[in-house]
């Protein structure tokens, strides 16, 4: 097999190339330009950039092998993700890199408040000594609000504890699990804001979040409450926050992160009270080199065939609940592989519903890109993936709806996917405890295992329908190894799934199909 290539296009920390050139070819290419890259990048399987490197739609269209397009770092505005999920390119980048990073410069930010540290170094510098002014707070025995969570807000908690601080924390989207480990106390935000002698903010910059600390917020604080932003500029009202601590109704602010940066002309600029820093929360050599290492591994996984765990446009399952769910992801693929061989005309819907346990599934998304990747790959040309599978859906038209159901018909659980089409619909039900099994298709109860050849037939259920389709295969010295009916009632329309031992060529299912008593014969190879 030939050794997989990688390109590293931005300055990256040594141990990183390192860990990749036991697994890979790697050019390292700091000063390419964009043009360059265009004409080389068909080489390579991968790309490592940092932020100089702009990874944009024409270098991924010139891309004839690319698997992986990897960040070293958080932010990903430098690569054209929507144009790598349409390629089915990997994108992922190292979050967990900079959690450290910013939660230390959190509580820098902290320190320097409590104890003036900033103003005061200014001060002995212009000559002064000024004891009195710069009498401070202790940490000890304070009670910190996080407002968020995550990664970084997790590490607060860790390093804040240390200080003696008791902890509260706001984060809808946490689980009393999670809480709980960790030892902290998660309060509504009114609450949070009303009782904590520090706030940080560590969550992401989105619609709910723009603003959410507001005149309205600082009101409810504490009049000896400081306020920390290492997330995003624009989650704090920054003329909110200029009155708040003009007027002193909170006593200061220590901001990394700006609504405009620099930010230029700002009135907040001209405070003591607030403590500045150029959006550095992330810049550490160690956080640099976490990055580079972390992006490594990701690329080596992919080589070697072992899921990344950072993949932005996928989602992604830890080893072991992948494991749980791979009977259902077979199923789903057995599922969408009957389908598209025994549907007619050109799909317009594909409509997934699960139903009992996996119900409950938090990623039920994986099964729908299984199903689509599947439908697609036999249809289409162009090679489709677990990444871009719901982008080609949507590019070719495809509707695609997904509901849950937590009564599975007596199954654990069940997965139904139906196809619609110009010329009609088709609906398959499938389980999987040890092994896939089909068990319904339309409204017909069926019991198959989804393997081999089989010619599924739509008949009258009247004596001699069946066996005229046997003598049919018959005649033709093709072997009925299993047979299964489902019917609704006697005398109505019945389904028959036939395994048979060899393939059964389109003539022959034509014949079937212009037997007296058959309505329809399809064949299907799985
Ligand atoms: P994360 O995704 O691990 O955590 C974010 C947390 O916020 C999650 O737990 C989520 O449940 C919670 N959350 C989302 N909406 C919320 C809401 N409305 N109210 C309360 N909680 C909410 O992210 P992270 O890696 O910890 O990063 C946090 C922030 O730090 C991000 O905005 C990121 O961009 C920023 N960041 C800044 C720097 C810097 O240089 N200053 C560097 C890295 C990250």
Redesign the pocket.
């Known amino acids: 097999m030939d050794k997989k290539k990688v390109i590293i296009a931005d300055q990256i920390n040594e141990k990183g190339i390192e860990d990749l050139k036991e697994v890979a070819e790697v050019v390292v290419d700091t000063a390419i330009t964009q043009e360059e890259l265009i004409n080389k990048i068909k080489d390579f399987d991968a790309i490592i950039v940092r932020s100089r490197t702009k990874v944009t739609r024409n270098v991924i269209e010139a891309a004839d092998k690319l698997k992986i397009i990897a960040r070293a770092g ?2 990903v505005d430098n690569v054209d993700v929507e144009a790598a999920t349409e390629r089915g390119i990997m994108v992922v980048n190292a ?2 890199s ?2 450290i ?2 939660a230390e ?1 959190a509580m820098g930010l902290i320190m320097s408040l409590a104890r003036k540290i900033s103003i005061a170094d200014k001060s002995v510098k212009e000559g002064k000594w000024e004891k009195s002014r710069f009498m401070g707070i202790e940490l000890n025995g304070k009670t910190l609000g996080i ?8 590490q607060v908690v860790i390093r804040s504890k240390a200080f003696g601080m008791d902890i509260l924390v ?5 689980t009393e699990e999670a809480a709980t480990k960790l030892g902290v106390k998660v309060v509504d ?1 009114e609450t949070l804001l009303k009782n904590a002698d520090v706030i940080t903010i ?5 619609p ?2 723009k603003h ?1 600390i507001s005149k309205n917020e600082f009101e409810l604080m504490k009049e000896t409450a400081f306020i920390i932003n ?3 500029g624009g ?1 704090i009202n920054e003329d909110a926050l200029y009155d708040a601590l003009a007027t002193g109704k909170i006593a200061g602010a220590g901001l ?2 700006f609504e405009n940066e620099p930010p230029e002309g700002s009135k907040l600029l001209e405070l003591d009270n607030l403590v500045a820093t150029p ?5 550490t050599k160690e956080a640099q080199r976490d990055a580079a290492i972390i992006v490594a591994n990701e690329v080596k996984k992919v080589f070697i065939g072992e899921a990344p765990k950072n993949v932005l446009n996928m989602p992604v399952l830890d080893p072991e609940t992948f494991q749980a769910i791979k009977p259902y992801l077979t199923l789903s693929e057995k599922l969408a592989d009957l389908l598209i061989q025994a549907a007619k005309g050109n799909i317009t819907e594909v409509d997934m519903t699960f139903c009992g346990e996996l119900a409950d599934f938090p990623r039920l998304e994986v099964f729908s890109r299984a199903v689509l990747k599947e439908m697609l790959n036999s249809i289409l040309n162009e090679p489709v993936n677990m990444i871009n599978a719901p982008t080609v859906a949507k590019n070719r038209g495809i509707v695609i709806t997904e509901s849950k159901r937590s009564e599975a018909e007596g199954y654990k659980s069940l997965i139904k996917v139906k196809i619609k089409s110009d010329e009609g619909e088709l609906s398959i039900e499938g389980t999987a405890v040890e092994e896939p099994r089909i068990v319904r298709i339309d409204e017909y109860w069926v019991n198959v295992r989804p393997k081999g050849t089989m010619v599924i037939a739509r008949y009258k259920d009247i004596p001699g329908s069946i066996g005229t389709i046997g003598t049919k295969l018959g005649e033709h010295g093709i072997n009925i190894a299993k047979m299964q009916v489902g019917r609704q009632e006697p005398g109505g329309e019945a389904v028959m799934v036939l395994t048979v031992d060899q393939k059964v060529p389109a003539d022959v299912v034509d014949e079937i199909r212009d037997l007296e008593h058959v309505y329809d014969a399809v064949y299907v190879q799985l």
């Open positions: 958080v932010g979050p967990e900079t959690s990073t910013v410069h407002i968020g969570m995550g990664r970084i807000g997790t706001n984060d809808p989207y946490i935000k560590h969550v992401p910059l989105t709910e979040t959410s290492c997330a995003r989650i990394d992160v959006h550095i929360g992330a810049s």
